[in-house]
């Protein structure tokens, strides 16, 4: 059974810095790149980032480049992001997700001002 389990969120001052963390079972992690999306309520769901399947290469947008980075650990079947700088519009529920395996529920990062 794919499932992805995401956890590290949580409540953040503005400039402040976050790790997120994504378990993937059920499937062979290492075959898959993996993206990073956040949304926000009454906002379309936005890709923020994506890793290819061995890490060597990753992608931001340019709404969080700079301020994050993520990695993974396909021996633990685990995916980071960390995040700092942190700003107000960042507030989001954050999931990682792979193509045509599915999506975690998501974790929720709030930044306050």
């Known amino acids: 059974q794919v499932q992805f389990l995401e956890s590290g969120g949580g409540l953040v001052q503005y400039g402040g810095s976050l790790g997120l963390s994504c378990v993937a079972l059920?499937?062979?992690?290492?075959?898959?790149?993996l993206n990073w999306y956040r949304q926000a309520p009454g906002k379309e769901r936005e890709l923020v980032a994506t890793?290819?399947?061995?890490?060597?290469?990753?992608v931001y947008p340019a709404s969080v480049h700079g301020r994050c980075t993520v990695s993974r650990d396909n021996v633990k079947n685990t995916a980071y992001r960390q995040m700092r700088n942190l700003k107000v519009e960042d507030t989001a529920v954050y999931y990682c997700?792979?193509?045509?395996?599915?999506r975690g529920q998501g974790t929720q990062v709030t930044v306050s001002s």
């Open positions: 890793i290819t399947s061995a890490g060597d290469n990753t």
């Open positions: 997700e792979v193509a045509q395996r599915g």
């Open positions: 059920g499937f062979t992690f290492s075959d898959y790149a």
